[in-house]
């Protein structure tokens, strides 16, 4: 009798187990089904600009370009930055779009050093990889780093440096962007521009870009930012993607995502590149090829791609990559 009733006891206790894991199956699976929050232009991502009439304070500026079967012209994909004679930022979002290719060392490339996209110097792709937390239905830690196989040293090749860690985005700075995406959104089925364009925005307080996308469901996190103007009209759009957003010649963030483009009240939405200075670190060593900082004050930077600087003064500690 006694044993009869252990014996219902732990029945009973295995299928209540059992019960607790299935509803946690259940509840994960669905979780990993849900349907991704953005359905907006994501690979969106220039609006208002003007085009750069000299590479020279450009020269980190990257397309990442697709060679279709199907195509006689190869098509752009996104943008991408150089930090050091091997790598590239880029989003992580236009890597998770071309891994899907069969085979991206023989289908992708990267140029370089040109206004116009087409003409630049092609590097082939040695090893690429993008953020372990990247989500793509927030486009959370939309960061990845692109190796290339050849060095970039040619002529019109340049680094960058990046902002450093207390870099503050202090809200109404002056920041450019620059890409080779759509420059009108009603245009997005016709091609993209060929030449290089750039426009200034401003960055705008945090709060206030949380509280615009709540609105559109969407979430912007403590490792993104916001850059727009008041009135719209100058913005990153389609094809943008993964290109430069910087300031006195500092990379300060990565083009991600936004609500249209350049329409009022929708900024863009940049990765904040200095919460990523470790996975940055990391990731090129775990990949082989290691990037040492070299801090500069504002003063030491060989300044490719600075503008008037309207707030001078202002002391920027700089990361430099050497590889
Ligand atoms: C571009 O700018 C550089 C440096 O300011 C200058 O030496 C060069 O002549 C310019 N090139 C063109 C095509 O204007
Ligand atoms: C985009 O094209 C539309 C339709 O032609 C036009 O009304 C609008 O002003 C253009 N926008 C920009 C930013 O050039
Ligand atoms: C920067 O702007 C100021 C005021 O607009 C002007 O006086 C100065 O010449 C400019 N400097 C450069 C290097 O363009």
Partial sequence: MRILFIIIIVGLLILVVNIILLVLIIKLIWRCSLPPKHDVNLKARIVGGVSVSNITDYQFAAAIVEIREESTVDLLLCGATVIS?????TAAHCIDYFEDNED???SVYITVGNLDWRKGNKHNLLSWVYHEEFDSS????DIGLIRVKQI???QYEQAIS????NYEYKPHTKARIVGWGHTNYSFLHLPSTEMLNRADIHIIEQRRCVDIYKKFGFTVTDSMFCAG???GGKDACKLDSGGAIFERGLLIGIISWGHECAKKDQPGVYVRINCYKNWIMET???LGAPLNIIKKKSEEISTTATYNVTSSGWMLETVSFQD
Avoid: G, H, I, V
């Fill in 85 to 89: 004679r091997r790598w590239l930022l």
């Fill in 104 to 106: 991206p060392k023989e």
């Fill in 138 to 141: 927030t486009l959370d830690n």
């Fill in 152 to 154: 970039l040293s040619k």
């Fill in 162 to 165: 990046l902002a450093s860690e």
């Fill in 229 to 231: 103007t008041q009135e």
């Fill in 284 to 286: 090129t060593k775990k």
